[in-house]
């Protein structure tokens, strides 16, 4: 009998082998916890923390969503799934903002939340009354922060971890998606309102074609057509003394491609358009398009002479004007002309300052959006005296758009300097 040689049996083996495991796999352990092939999704929390030194806005970043914090102490709570939600405590100038914001991080200690803090402008003044209290919860540094300084702490990593510098602070942290629960510890506050027109004011004559702050009369036509009644027009002067309409002679020498001197003459204005389309408007245009269209009221900004401004307007029971001195709003209260007082003014105002205003028959506001959080018990005031409060730096903030606004925020104020229309919008009345 012939034998096979070795190397040809060492072959044929290999053979059998090979197709017995092809036929017959063997079945590996999956015990999740050691084989699981699952990536942990992973995002970034950034925190930007400006003391009032910098004069810069205090921002943090999550999830792809930027948000700008007043000043205070804000604490951003980081839940399951990437959520969060947060908060901004006036620790500089409100005794119950402080408690209130001892009282919920002291909840979220016991509770092992996840969470950041940080500080914008002035954060420390009314923090003296808490240090031991802050310091037995873990926060040292916070304990002895001083009043113009940027702050930072997060948990991420299960320990308390705090940052403190003269001037700014960046840092940029690693969050999972297993990181925090579905906790709530700052409630959304929903106002209630009736929908009404006169809670809109079309910034700047509203946007055009994508184009804001033209105020042009294309833009001035648009928006009333989408619903606007109620128009600001920026009020500025040519270098010969005439009234006109335009946000500030840099920008308009953008929009326009204007490269002579500034401001222009009054005939210089004229001749320009604006992106080469819309038309420009001096006081003749401004009348003579308010006259056509007698639903209108005009908002005035940047002028501060009441009286002159008034008698140069085609109807006074038309014009609201924002002006942005004590005396400017106490001289238009003698003279009978409709006042909205600026945000400055207004929060120089010593002593009760709904009873100034009602003094002095005024019975608009124009605050920045972003104050209004820290401003809530003013904001609140205002309201229930029947004082309409009006916002403006919409879009000015990533996410803090009209939609946001109507959604989030009217309600505690009056209304809004919007620049585009949104179905939302429609009255009902």
Excluded: C
């Amino acid at each position: 009998m012939k034998r096979s040689s070795p190397i040809l049996l060492s072959y044929k083996m290999v053979i059998l082998l090979a197709f017995f495991f092809i036929e017959n796999p063997v079945k590996a352990h999956s015990t999740p916890s050691t084989f699981s092939s699952k990536i942990k999704e992973t995002k970034a929390l950034v925190l930007n923390s400006h003391s009032f030194n910098t004069h810069e806005r205090s921002t943090f970043t999550y999830a792809s969503q930027t948000e700008a914090v007043e000043r205070g102490l804000t604490i951003i709570h980081l839940q399951a799934d990437h959520t969060f939600e947060f908060k901004t405590f006036d620790t500089y100038g409100s005794k119950e903002d402080v408690q209130a914001f001892i009282e919920v991080l002291s909840r979220m200690v016991d509770a092992k939340a996840v969470f950041a803090l940080l500080a914008h402008d002035s954060a420390a003044a009314q923090l003296t009354a808490y240090k031991k209290q802050l310091s037995t919860l873990g926060f040292i540094q916070l304990s002895t922060l001083k009043g113009r300084q940027a702050y930072i702490m997060h948990n991420i990593n299960g320990v308390i971890t705090e940052q403190v510098n003269d001037n700014s602070i960046t840092e940029t942290i690693t969050i999972n998606t297993s990181n925090g629960t579905k906790e709530i510890y700052f409630p959304r506050e929903v106002y209630e309102f009736e929908s009404s027109i006169d809670r809109y004011i079309a910034h700047a004559g509203g946007e055009i074609n994508g184009v804001k702050s033209t105020n042009s009369k294309h833009a001035l036509d648009e928006n009333y057509n989408k619903g606007f009644r109620n128009f600001e027009l920026d009020i500025i002067e040519t270098s010969d003394g005439k009234l006109v309409a335009a946000h500030d002679w840099n920008m308009w020498a953008r929009f326009t491609d204007y490269t002579g001197s500034l401001p222009p003459t009054h005939a210089q204005f004229m001749k320009q358009k604006i992106y080469g389309d819309y038309t420009t408007l001096d006081m003749d245009g401004i009348n003579t398009w308010f006259k056509n269209h007698p639903e209108a009221t005009l908002i005035t900004d940047k002028v501060n002479d009441p009286i002159a401004f008034a008698d140069a307007f085609v109807d006074k029971d038309r014009l609201i004007m924002e002006l942005f001195s004590v005396m400017a709003v106490e001289k238009a209260s003698e003279h009978g002309i409709q006042t909205m007082i600026s945000q400055e003014p207004l929060l120089a105002i010593k002593g009760d300052k709904v009873n100034f205003l009602k003094v002095n028959n005024v019975k608009h506001v124009a605050v920045s959006r972003r104050i209004i959080a820290s401003q809530k018990k003013l904001m609140l005031e205002l309201r229930d005296a029947g004082i309409k409060v009006y916002v403006f730096n919409v879009n000015f903030d990533a996410g803090k758009d009209e939609q946001y606004v109507y959604d989030n925020e009217l309600g505690l104020v009056y209304g809004m300097y919007a620049d585009k229309w949104i179905p939302a919008m429609r009255s009902k009345n």
